[in-house]
């Protein structure tokens, strides 16, 4: 059978949920120039709790995307990579992050139309047709 992500049992569609996370695609940017520890990875994802970053990287780990490397030192030092399946990802995480950067403001201003057309509404527009 062929995989078919619209199929919500299909395995496929969980690569897409773990790709297309903020947080996974975030660790693969700042994994994409090499090796980090977990303190640095939490320093620059701005707003990631340890929670989400520990949740995300196992995550990641587990479907082969990044490897997890544990330096017998004392305290111990561990250090996290892109596999080669992870940076087969690079150019596609790193074209969704261009893209946002580069439409940001027209995505911005899009938000201020809508939500004064919205504001605009009567009330009764807003909500559903009642069957």
């Known amino acids: 059978m062929r995989p078919d992500p619209f199929q919500r049992d299909c395995g496929s569609r969980q690569v897409i949920d773990r790709i297309g996370d903020r947080w996974s695609v ?3 940017l700042t994994l994409a120039d090499g090796g980090r520890r977990y303190g640095e990875l939490a320093e620059r994802i701005d707003g990631i709790s340890q929670k989400m970053l520990t ?3 196992r995550g990641l780990e587990r479907d082969g995307l990044v490897t997890r490397t544990v ?3 004392v305290p111990p030092r561990v ?3 892109l596999t080669d399946l992870g940076r087969s990802l690079l150019d596609l995480v ?3 992050e261009a893209w946002a950067t580069t439409h940001l403001a027209e995505v911005q201003a ?4 809508y939500d004064a057309e919205v504001l605009r509404r009567p009330l009764a527009s ?5 069957r």
């Open 26 to 28: 975030l660790v693969v």
């Open 55 to 57: 949740q995300t990287l």
């Open 71 to 73: 330096h017998a030192s």
């Open 79 to 81: 250090d996290y990579a």
């Open 94 to 96: 790193s074209g969704l």
């Open 110 to 113: 899009a938000r201020v139309r």
């Open 126 to 130: 807003t909500r559903p047709a009642r």
